[in-house]
């Protein structure tokens, strides 16, 4: 197995690689899976059809008496009584004023459904503006990413829609999930999907033709890494033109010619994480300041360096950092900063040992997170106190900007990219909701970057976002307030001493997700994740 071309593939993607792989006969969209086939993986699995799974949609659901975050920043409201119809919400009345129902409902029939959500909360779905439905890295350590694995974790933390940025399964792979989720055939949320532009396309007119080659199978916008200036520019401009959103991780391979502020006046939408963003804002350098030993290819030395990194540019306060933040405000730019991602830089021991990981977490995930040479994002082999601290001080500044951004104006989304550094599907869209309000939003700024901001970001906030009259029935049903402590949204729930027992008891947190009308039982899809990973380590342990 030629394990320094897949490497190459997750820390440079195309940087390594020969340019004969462009100049092959690859579908555009298929240029890393089909190198990833090619070193004899089984390819991946598809998500097995919906069956008894979720109940709905319905002529008539009725969620009754429930408080109601709304997900544009307002208070909570209510009790409301929530009348949906199909996939859509109809009609929003004041429970203690005029409520809708009498009894039970069984006077419309029998394809009416009533959810008692007193006491209970609603929010919109959740918007994930940052995943991979599959990560070929996995294959590495031993199996493709189980996608029923993956969308039964999202839904069951209440993630209605996600960005799928990469594609990194296969564009037509990613593509069928979408399809068949538009169409309620298989539990997942709503999947929006950007695939990777390949970096060493050398023309402008081989560049338009992947990019309207992709648009023509039903991709929804791209993501860059990196690339010739001239052809990033004409990429980001075709794609406008065709109406596709784009995402740009700006590699530090290719930073010193295109920075955050660089794409942005071109047209991008989203950048992703934070790198570009500090340097835009260097006052008395260009570069990096890189130790003569530096590898990019090694990625201890890449995300070392990365953390001492905000401390290199303009901070707070400074005429280069107001200057920065004002033209993304004024560009209606959106920063997508996955903190989550990256926390196991501050803290490693705490990544290794979340609670989540020993029921939720795939064996393959297991080992893949382990320090490994030829798998992206597994470079803890020697991490030490002065890296943590770094890190530290790199997210103050770094949570510092966001903050900032966001008070002025800026929209900023929640992602996640779950699947590398320790990082589970589901849970760690939680934790950075946490992360949010320890970079200094408020609860309801949090959730509304989780819901309508992210909706406005994939330009689906007139359907999705926020509940309202009118819109789709995407809605999240929680058992408590989760303003008060975002831990309960959590799959394992909020740990808690019960004062009247004495005992410790977990909070139940999501209750059920609603996606397009149909009701899921969070609690059942995830009895059906700890049944497939209690299997694929039964199945592992007989091999």
Known sequence: MNYFKIYALFIGLFLLLDNTLIAQTIEPGEEIITTVLDLGIAPPTNAPARGEDGEGPFTKLVIKNAYVLDGTGAPTQGPMDIIIEKDRIVNMVGA??????????????????????????????????????????????????????????????????????????????????????????????????????????????KAKQWIQAVHKKGADGLKFLGGSPKIIEIAIKEANRLGMRTAFHHSQTSVTRINVLT??????????????????MFENQRIQDYPADYKYHNEQDRFAQAGRLWLQAAGPESKKWRETIEELVALDFTIDPTFTAYEANRDVMRARHVEWHEQYTMPYMTRAFRPNKIIHGSYHFDW?????????????????????FKNAGGRVTVGSDSGFIYKLFGFSYIREL????????????????????????LGLDADIGTVQLGKKADLVIVDENPLANFKILY???????NWETGKMERSKGILYTIKDGIVYDAKQLLEDVRNMVNAEKEKESKN
């Open 96 to 205: 203690n004023a005029t409520s809708t129902m009498h009894d039970d409902g069984k006077e419309y029939g029998s394809d009416f459904k009533v959810i008692d959500a007193t006491g209970k909360y609603v929010l919109p779905g959740f918007i994930d503006a940052h995943t991979h439905l599959g990560t070929p890295t996995h294959g590495l350590a031993g199996k493709l990413t189980d996608p029923e694995y993956v969308l039964k974790l999202w839904l069951a933390h209440g993630i209605t829609t996600v960005r799928e940025v990469g594609a990194l399964m296969g564009l037509n792979w990613t593509l069928d999930h979408k399809n068949k989720s538009e169409k309620g055939e298989i539990v997942s949320p709503r999947i929006l999907v950007h695939p990777i532009f390949p970096d060493r396309i050398e023309t402008p007119e």
């Open 263 to 280: 794409s942005a006046r071109w047209g991008l939408t989203s950048m992703e994480h934070w790198y570009g963003l500090p340097e835009a």
């Open 384 to 404: 030490t106190t002065s890296d943590e601290i770094a890190w530290k001080k790199n997210y103050q500044r770094w949570m510092e900007f966001i903050n900032d």
């Open 434 to 457: 946490e992360m949010l309000q320890e970079a200094g939003f408020h609860p309801l700024e949090v959730l509304k970057a989780a819901t309508l901001n992210g909706a406005e970001l």
């Open 491 to 497: 799959g394992t729930g909020h740990l808690r001493t």
